[in-house]
């Protein structure tokens, strides 16, 4: 059983940052991929960026060359640095992880998933 804990949302001005972070319990982070997803109000949850076990980055058109995941295995974290935020960008973020090194932005890949953090950007 994998635990994941999001922390560091909040509220940001537009053009602002946030750093997410995802902490994760159990031996085998490391060999884990791990996404990272958002649900705004009334929309389905999309995906936003993911990283593999091995290192490969992917993500969405829509934050890309804006937002960076990172892992740090020592720590069994994950981050989302998101700079030039957008009031579009407000929604609740969910750390996942998947531990069968499968197609990154299928949700249904995931096996573990944390409570979520929100992100709310004023225009």
């Known amino acids: 059983q994998v635990q994941l804990v999001e922390a560091g949302g909040g509220l940001v001005q537009a053009g602002g940052s946030l750093r997410l972070s995802c902490a994760a319990s159990g031996r085998t982070f490391s060999r884990y991929n791990m996404g990272w997803f958002r649900q705004a109000p009334g929309k389905a949850r999309e995906f936003v960026a993911a990283i593999r076990w091995s290192g490969g980055t992917y993500y969405a058109d829509s934050v890309k060359g804006r937002f960076t995941i990172s892992r740090e295995s020592a720590k069994n974290t994950v981050y989302l640095q998101m700079n030039s935020l957008k009031p579009e960008d407000t929604a609740v973020y969910y750390c996942?992880?998947?531990?069968?090194?499968?197609?990154?932005?299928?949700?249904?890949?995931?096996?573990?998933w944390g409570q979520g953090t929100q992100v709310t950007v004023s225009s």
């Open positions: 996942a992880a998947d531990s069968m090194d499968r197609v990154v932005v299928i949700q249904a890949n995931y096996d573990y």
